[in-house]
């Protein structure tokens, strides 16, 4: 596999540690800095998707849980996973008084579920952060029940649009993927 998709690293689990602490140190600013950037990608998202018959829904490197706030619902569970604790903390503090939304430190890679269990999972910006990409989607795949939707996205500045494609393809049967001119990811929506 090209070394773009898959970065061969020294020590990947080094990569995980330093991208830890900069997300850990960049929590606080999150929001400001990112959130009308990571919205316009989600509602392009949200309008694409059809919810009403999905409940279980995870969000893999959910960062400040952006994405909840635009699609949290009484009558669903919703997880969200990430690798940095104060990332976390800035979600929790959203969501803290709400029993149907868990948010667990975890690895991408090394998804802490059985097999088969949400119907719908999104991984917004995050695939671009991983020592190996494939893993993580292999991960998300293997969570999701039959006809899961899955919706991935990743930076266009780290890929080309035949890249992308690529990674996904690799894992997961590619519904659509869109190159929107206003967004700054590539959208990828599939099912398992
Ligand atoms: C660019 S932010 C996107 C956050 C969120 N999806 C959003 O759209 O606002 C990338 C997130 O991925 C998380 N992340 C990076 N590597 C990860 C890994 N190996 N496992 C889980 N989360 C990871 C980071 O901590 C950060 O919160």
């Not at 919205?39 to 998202?45: A, L, P, Q, S």
Request: charged content about 30%.
């Amino acid at each position: 596999m090209d070394n773009k998709i898959v970065h061969k690293l020294k020590d990947p689990w080094k990569h995980k540690l330093d991208t830890m602490k900069h997300y850990n140190a960049l929590a606080k600013a999150y929001d400001t800095l990112y959130g009308r950037e990571q919205k316009m990608k989600m509602d392009f998202i949200l309008k694409n998707l059809d919810l009403r018959n999905r409940r279980k829904i995870l969000d893999v490197g959910c960062g400040t849980c952006i994405l909840f706030e635009n699609l949290y619902d009484e009558d669903k569970i919703f997880v969200g996973v990430d690798i940095s604790e104060k990332i976390l903390r800035i979600g929790w503090i959203k969501f803290r008084d709400k029993i149907n939304l868990f948010l667990v430190l975890a690895d991408a890679e090394h998804l802490p579920f059985r097999d088969k269990v949400f119907d719908t999972i999104f991984s917004i910006t995050l695939i671009q952060n991983l020592p190996n990409p494939l893993r993580s989607l292999e991960e998300i795949k293997r969570v999701s029940n039959r006809e899961a939707a899955i919706v991935v996205s990743g930076l266009k500045r780290k890929y080309t649009f035949k890249e992308f494609n690529t990674i996904i393809k690799n894992v997961v049967s590619l519904r659509e993927s869109y190159d929107v001119e206003d967004l700054k990811d590539y959208i990828a929506f599939s099912i398992s």
